[in-house]
């Protein structure tokens, strides 16, 4: 069962309207019963749309209530830059649909830091104590256009990756590109910003905002919320003679908890499944699904006091980018994200294996390509998209392109995927090939090779569309795959994965269950209630 969330109004009411005194009948002088009945009823739609606006902004970790001590909130929040690594890795921003509606992307970042009193008792290790953090819970989520539907890509913390150069913007220090490093590490290589950057570069999707949160933040906002219910199978307790372990100890059967217990919860690796991170995920999904249902089916709450220490809870637990960064910005969020139904909601865990040469690390697989893909293509994960057509139409061309030898393309390598290191010299391949067609204005880019899934040309303006499409026409690249992207400063040629060698383009077939998500991404429904984690028989009491 889901509550229905009240419709919002006078939205930035941020000091005390008429009505909103307490009840003193002194106070209402000539006023008769019936105009203090009429003040109660204004006061309890406020509560109301106070507890909405609250409520949607916290299924994320964060806080809307911008009615509650306005200035006091802003003041709580902290915020740093968005994307730390360098322009060139960036990814091209989503593109509107057909109707002007944009996907969102905002990255949900779990920090291990210790760098409290309160974050090390939390997280024990004391010679960790204010040591680099990690970034040991990351989450995609993704907001279709329409607000229809929500995805959710987790990221396995034991993930080797490439990291791309990422820049401190406090202390000026250069973290130079890193290959096959653990993914958490991108967090203490200048901020988040460089997790960010991490997955734009691995995904090729642009992300739009992150939201951090660190242990004591998860404590407080699980006292704030008031308890979450979570299943297991059997009495778990996560523990080992050596001291590792999260601690959680519960019952056989549902439980709510909160707190420190919430936190135990979602660290909790030792116990779970197999005991590894990949099951530590499946129980984050569990917990961030509940969650959704329980403030979701609570969102009359009209209790002032437990608003007032959620929406201080909330903004004193995250870290935002500079989008996010007042209490204004995230009610426009809040707004968006509560329009998308529980059961639209996926979860999902990046498709991944165990590295050849680290088995106790893994790797994304082909499967984790295609994930992105739907991503990047606004597909639902839940298949209940209405059917797409399966041809782009042709783009409307506003120009004529330029006599071949005056067309000016950059050759860039794309090659690299996730399972797969690029292939040397390709942009240079595909430039003698270009110009042996009388394209003799083709360069090779020779800075580092990036990764995109499919081939892929793109142009800054209306004017260069049609030298853009002469390129495709000329190396047989289908017209949908030609974008418009303020982030090339000219007809930019990126030779995928799709292309790795050969000097002819075969456009990869479409199949007809192509946009279907991969059974390996393990995917969960946010309004599945039957969840229930299995545990170890080596962790039961």
Known sequence: MRAEVPAVEDTMSLTPQDGDAPEDSGRHGGKGGGDRSADRRRRRRRALRWSASVLAVVILGTAGAGYLYYQHLNANIKSDDLNLGDAKDRAAKTQANAAGQTALNILLIGSDARDSAENQKLGGARDTFDGTPLADVQMLLHVSADRTNMSVVSMPRDTLIDIPKCTDPDTGQSYGASSRAMTNESLGRGGAGCTVATWEKLTDIHIDHFMMIDFSGVVSMADAIGGVPVCVDANVYSHTSTGKGSGLKLEEGTTSIKGKQALQWLRTRYGFEDDTDLARAKAQHMYMNSMVRELRANAKLTNPNKLRKLAEAATKAITVDDGLDTIT???????????????????????????????????????????????????????????????????????????????????????????????????????????????????????????????????????????????????????????????????????????????????????????????SAQAMNGADESQCMHVDPAYTW
């Open 329 to 519: 910005k995230m009610y426009d969020l809040a707004n968006e994200l509560q329009k998308v139904p529980t059961e639209r909601i996926t979860m999902t865990t990046m498709p991944n294996r165990y590295d050849t040469y680290d088995t106790g690390r893994v790797v994304p697989t082909e499967d984790a390509d295609k994930l992105f893909r739907l991503v990047r293509e606004d597909i639902a994960l839940d298949g209940k998209d209405e059917k797409k057509a399966t041809a782009s139409p042709s783009p409307t061309v506003t120009d004529t392109a330029v006599a071949d030898e005056d067309i000016a393309v950059q050759v860039h390598n794309s090659t690299r995927t996730g399972t797969l290191a690029p292939v040397s010299g390709r942009a240079s391949a595909v430039t003698g090939l270009l110009k042996d067609k009388g394209l003799t204005g083709a360069v090779a880019d020779t800075s580092a090779a990036t990764s995109e899934e499919t081939t892929v040309i793109r142009y800054p303006s209306a004017d260069l569309q049609a030298d853009a499409l002469r390129v495709a026409k000329v190396l047989g690249i289908p017209a949908g795959q030609v974008k418009k992207s303020t982030d090339v400063s000219g007809v930019t040629l990126f030779v995928g994965g799709d292309w790795r060698s050969g000097t002819k383009y075969e456009a990869p077939d479409k199949k007809e269950d192509d946009d279907t998500t991969p059974s």
